[in-house]
């Protein structure tokens, strides 16, 4: 079964602040990794999808990668916002089965 | 383009009582998966459809049935509420093959007492 771990669990930088967060996942036999933005008490807001053959995708002021390999990836933010203070969760698609599992999530705090 | 559309937002059941909680989404969408979503657990897959007439369990499929009788709508029904179904459930669509992301609804907030 796909295990998919999300470090930090919490997070609180001040603004302006560059900060990375990591997803990784045991079978690296995924179909793509979606990195999503929740606000409390909202839906998810897709970020980013990162294809199986794609090493990295970008979109404004974030930056996602992918290693395969070691099953990792990583959301990189750059000059953090207090905005951007929301719960990020990583996500994958196994082969197949199309059946999405998820990480616990990184609650980020962007203090002004 | 409404997108994904989860309806109610809010519920409140009793212990024993059904429901069902109504997706539906309007880009013809084959793929259609039901989540919940509980603290400390992260969101878990409940059921999920690869097109009309096709479903199949999850992670955490009991206590939960669905059908998809046409493309637009994936409901999903609880027969018998228990207080662990207490959650945030989210449906979930994306297209066929290809590589293209998920998109969520907005969730519907369930407590049973």
């Known amino acids: 079964k796909q295990e998919v771990t999300q470090i930090p669990a919490a997070l609180s930088v001040p603004e302006g602040e560059n900060l990375v967060l990591n997803c990784s996942f045991t079978d690296s036999a995924i179909y793509n990794l979606q990195w999503f933005r929740q606000d409390p008490g909202k839906g998810l807001t897709s970020l980013l999808l990162i294809q199986s053959s794609q090493r990295e995708q970008t979109s404004g002021r974030l930056n996602a990668s992918l290693d395969k390999s070691s099953g990792r990836s990583t959301l990189y933010i750059a000059a953090s916002q207090p905005g951007d203070s929301a719960t990020y969760l990583c996500a994958v698609v196994i082969y197949n089965f199309n059946k999405f599992y998820f990480g616990s999530g990184t609650k980020l705090n962007v203090k002004p | 383009n409404a997108g994904v559309t989860q309806t109610p937002k809010f519920q409140v059941l009793k212990t024993g009582q059904s429901m069902t909680l109504q997706c539906a989404q309007d880009m013809n969408h084959e793929y259609m998966s039901w989540y919940r979503q509980d603290p400390g657990m992260g969101l878990r897959l409940i059921h999920y459809s690869v097109g009309a007439g096709i479903t199949d369990q999850g992670e955490v499929p009991n206590g939960y049935n669905v059908s998809r009788s046409t493309t637009e709508d994936f409901p999903l029904r609880l027969l018998s509420a228990a207080p662990s179904q207490t959650s945030v459930y989210f449906c979930?669509?994306?297209?066929?093959?290809?590589?293209?992301?998920?998109?969520f609804g907005s969730g519907t907030r369930l407590t049973v007492v």
């Open positions: 979930a669509s994306r297209v066929r093959g290809g590589n293209y992301g998920y998109t």
